[in-house]
């Protein structure tokens, strides 16, 4: 599925500051290079529905496999193995005994240690591997999975490896176990160990995912395949709030259009950015923060949300709100499934013109069966001019105000909004207050 780096940038995929964006609060990982590909994976969404399925049969069965999950391989394991490559290791004797064992042990004593050492993590590595593969022994794995794990049976299938792999921890390695195990692992085992971990990283960034979908409580998608765009949640939520509000959402070609309102703060970028990560993560192949979710496949997904002006380029806040529309007509008028979600249309320009632009927008949009659109905007006084058109479904946040104070219910109604609470909350933060005693 396509994504373009605004929309990845607008969902909070990735974030400059991490602990606010998706890909923290999926990031289970235990290894450096697992995280590598846990983002490698979340930055490439699928568009083939039988890549998503194998994906999501993978962490469904890494979740009911979760108690067999090897603990004893570390990010620190990894980093061992990584640097006794890195190491340069004078030459180990090739038949080693007690004699030339002891020989080497005191004349090259840093390169021992670091043997000894190393051949401690190695023993864990493959202890690690050979648990993963009995867990998942038996199975009826899907593709994705099967190949890594044949691909590990080959690799470990090596005498030297298969001893490592069933070593008795509470056996102490002597000098000879060492130098022998070393010697292999050096001299012929590099390019393999170096896969292995490559995979084990991959394994892990796959672990990361099922995690997060069972400690979230996601559920996994249901794709119908039909040739028109369809979404439909229920108790769909935004992951990175920590008391959500949940939603039920169902478009389809006959209400591909969800023109939303409501006041400000009052919920409506929150509920954009829900729908755009759950349909982003079902196309990764994860499960979503919602009850139940059956959607399409989609050929792309873009946003228009936190559009920027630019200085530098003499381009106003308006022109490029512009220019993001246009470009986005441009690429959805394929005939493909799009997502499109925009948040508060032509912002940067005076109410009038915003108006008027927004209706052409709309009414425009709103003629491409084969994508969805949700739009949120302030204007509210444009919505009875497009209750004309059937395919437009109107939606609402509710605020009202008590003693005062604003009160958001954050609930999703039919309708639409005419609050204006601009200057209420400006009073209420004391600004008015502030100003007038100026």
């Not at 979760?66 to 603990?71: A, D, G, I, Q, Y």
């Not at 794990?149 to 008795?168: E, F, G, N, V, Y």
């Not at 109410?351 to 008027?356: F, L, P, T």
């Not at 958001?408 to 005419?418: A, R």
Request: glycine share 6%.
């Amino acid at each position: 599925m396509q994504a373009d780096k605004t929309t990845v940038n607008d969902l909070s995929i990735f974030h400059h500051d991490e602990e606010q964006s998706v890909f923290h609060h999926l990031n289970f990982t235990t290894t450096t290079g697992g995280k590598d590909w846990l983002r490698f994976l979340l930055a490439h969404p699928y568009t083939d529905l039988e890549k998503i399925r194998e994906t999501q049969e993978t962490l469904k069965l890494i979740i009911r496999n979760e108690n067999k999950w090897p603990t004893i391989i570390t990010n620190g394991t990894i980093m061992v193995v990584g640097k006794f490559y890195d190491s340069s290791i004078d030459e180990i004797p090739a038949q080693p005994n007690l004699i030339n064992g002891l020989t080497y042990k005191i004349t090259k004593g840093a390169d021992y240690s670091l043997i000894k050492f190393s051949i401690t993590h190695f023993i864990n590595f493959t202890i690690g591997l050979r648990q993963i593969i009995e867990a998942f022994a038996g199975e009826k794995n899907p593709p994705v999975l099967q190949v890594m794990l044949d691909r590990i049976k080959m690799l470990t299938d090596k005498p030297a490896i298969k001893k490592m792999s069933h070593w008795d921890k509470n056996q102490k390695l002597s000098i000879i176990d060492n130098l022998t195990f070393g010697r292999y692992l050096h001299r012929e085992f590099k390019e393999k160990a170096l896969e292995l971990v490559e995979m084990y990283s991959k394994l892990d960034a796959y672990y990361s995912m099922a995690m997060a979908c069972r400690k979230s409580d996601f559920c996994f998608p249901e794709f119908k395949k039909t040739n028109s765009p369809y979404i439909e949640t229920k108790n769909l939520f935004h992951l990175l709030v920590h008391t959500p509000v949940a939603y039920n959402v169902t478009l389809n070609q006959q209400g591909n259009f969800l023109f939303l309102t409501g006041a400000n703060m009052a919920g409506k970028s929150t509920f954009i950015k829900a729908v755009g990560v759950a349909v982003y993560l079902a196309h990764v192949g994860m499960g979503v923060p919602a009850e139940s979710f059956q959607l399409s496949l989609f050929d792309g997904l873009l946003s228009n949300i936190q559009v920027e002006d630019n200085i530098s380029r003499g381009e106003s806040y308006f022109f490029n709100e512009v220019q993001r529309i246009k470009k986005t007509i441009e690429k959805i008028n394929d005939g493909r499934n799009w997502l499109i979600l925009i948040d508060e249309l032509f912002k940067g320009t005076n109410v009038q013109d915003a108006m008027k632009c927004s209706t052409t927008v709309i009414e425009g949009l709103r003629k491409m069966k084969n994508t969805l659109f949700i739009l949120s905007t302030h204007l509210y006084e444009i919505g009875e001019g497009l209750r004309q058109y059937p395919n437009i479904k109107f939606n609402y946040f509710e605020t009202r105000i008590e003693d005062g104070q604003l009160i958001f219910s954050y609930q999703l109604k039919e309708g639409i909004s005419n609050d204006r609470l601009g200057y209420l909350i400006l009073k209420r933060e004391g600004v008015v207050n502030l100003l007038e005693n100026l």
